[in-house]
């Protein structure tokens, strides 16, 4: 089977998110916070006809914040549509929005404000790339994000 990254658009669409999005609930759940599920996950609607902002809901509410959850492939590198980040800085003025990353090869997660995202940014290590369909992403290393807290 091909990796992740090799497969078509539809393929990765019927999986992509959900390891991510599973890990979140479990840690949300013990750590005793209450949360609902928020964003669109594969509704039955053509969503590249629906608006930017309705397609990139976060994945959760909470009572203290948004949280988006993403997830790290073999290769390390956290990808980062540039318009999810256009649309994170709207969703995080409406109600605090939260980061959630999970990490599966290495087995680890971690949950930072979108603040502490966006200083991220300036990061010299960071860099940018364009998945098959075009649309540019952010590449941050894992290193970028776990460094952080590891250290």
């Not at 990254?5 to 999005?21: I, N, P, T």
């Not at 594969?42 to 930017?52: F, T, Y």
């Not at 956290?78 to 290495?106: A, T």
């Not at 010299?124 to 098959?132: A, Q, V």
Request: hydrophobic residues 40%; charged residues 25%; proline residues 6%.
């Amino acid at each position: 089977m091909a990796s992740f990254k090799d497969q078509s658009f539809d393929d990765r669409s019927k999986v992509m998110g959900d390891l991510a999005e599973n890990r979140c609930a479990a840690w949300l759940t013990s750590e005793g916070r209450g949360y609902v599920e928020y964003g669109l996950n594969r509704p039955p609607l053509r969503m590249s006809m629906l608006p930017a902002l309705v397609r990139h809901t976060p994945d959760f509410l909470t009572s203290r914040d948004f949280i988006e959850c993403k997830g790290f492939g073999r290769d390390q590198i956290l990808k980062v549509k540039l318009e999810d980040w256009d649309c994170w800085q709207f969703w995080n003025r409406i109600h605090p929005l939260s980061l959630f990353f999970f990490d599966s090869s290495e087995d680890r997660h971690l949950c930072v404000p979108f603040k502490t995202f966006r200083d991220w940014l300036s990061d010299s290590r960071i860099g940018l790339g364009t998945f098959p369909e075009g649309k540019p992403y952010f590449a941050i290393p894992a290193s970028v994000v776990f460094d952080h807290v590891e250290s």
